[in-house]
């Protein structure tokens, strides 16, 4: 079946550091890639998406790039901000079905 | 305003109580979603409805209910509560497309 995995956390990383968060994917067909983030005492937010092959979705500085023949869709972003931190899930849906599938999260604490 | 209110938004209560979470939406959209969020496991879709006369079970529906009662309402029940029903209870909407998902902020649910 369908399912995601992302690294696990928590990633701790003072401002203006480089992140990455990886994401790979086993799906069949084509599914739509997307990061969703979880501010403290929020509900989750799409941050950005990618629907097929070779996109780059991007938000906020935040980019990942779908790579079908990895199989992944890692977040990265060039100097994070403590506004940054945050619960970010990486999710997959294919066209049509019912649902997202969600990884476990992975917790980013940047610090001053 | 919100565009999905969740209430309440922490409740505690006893083994065997009946429970109910409610949650509703201004976004005018025909599609709602009940996940459970438990540390380290990421989202779990508990129901789905794609309108008020469509009710769907997701990955973890037992020991819950759900009631669409408006385009705008869909509520969720645990009939008789127990202790690993504690988690964190998210409702979703989307369009049509079912691409992007707007999260409430949550309901955390303690059951003693």
């Known amino acids: 079946g369908d399912s995601v995995t992302q690294m696990e956390g928590p990633v701790t990383l003072s401002e203006e550091a480089f992140l990455t968060i990886n994401c790979t994917y086993t799906?069949?067909?084509?599914?739509?890639l997307f990061w969703y983030v979880q501010y403290p005492g929020e509900g989750l937010q799409l941050l950005l998406k990618?629907?097929?092959?070779?996109d780059k979705g991007s938000n906020k500085g935040f980019e990942a790039t779908y790579r079908k023949e990895t199989t992944s869709f890692h977040l990265e972003k060039g100097s994070v901000q403590v506004s940054d931190s945050a619960v970010y899930f990486c999710?997959?849906?294919?066209?049509?079905?019912?649902?997202?599938?969600f990884g476990t999260g992975t917790r980013l604490t940047v610090i001053p | 305003d919100a565009d999905v209110t969740q209430t309440p938004r922490n409740r505690i209560t006893k083994t065997g109580k009946r429970i109910m979470l409610e949650c509703s939406q201004t976004?005018?959209?025909?599609?709602m979603y009940w996940y459970r969020q438990d540390p380290g496991l990421g989202l779990q879709l508990i129901y789905y409805?794609?309108?008020?006369?469509?009710?769907n079970k997701g990955e973890i529906s037992d020991g819950y209910s759900v009631s669409r009662q408006a385009q705008a309402k869909f509520s969720l029940s645990l009939e008789s509560a127990i202790p690993n029903q504690t988690a964190l209870y998210f409702c979703?909407?989307?369009?049509?497309?079912?691409?992007?998902?707007?999260f409430g902020e949550g309901s955390r649910l303690t059951v003693l």
């Open positions: 999710a997959l849906s294919q066209s049509g079905a019912n649902n997202l599938f």
């Open positions: 979703a909407t989307s369009d049509e497309q079912g691409v992007k998902l707007f």
């Open positions: 799906a069949t067909g084509y599914p739509s």
């Open positions: 409805s794609f309108d008020v006369k469509d009710i």
């Open positions: 976004k005018g959209h025909d599609r």
């Open positions: 990618a629907t097929k092959a070779d």
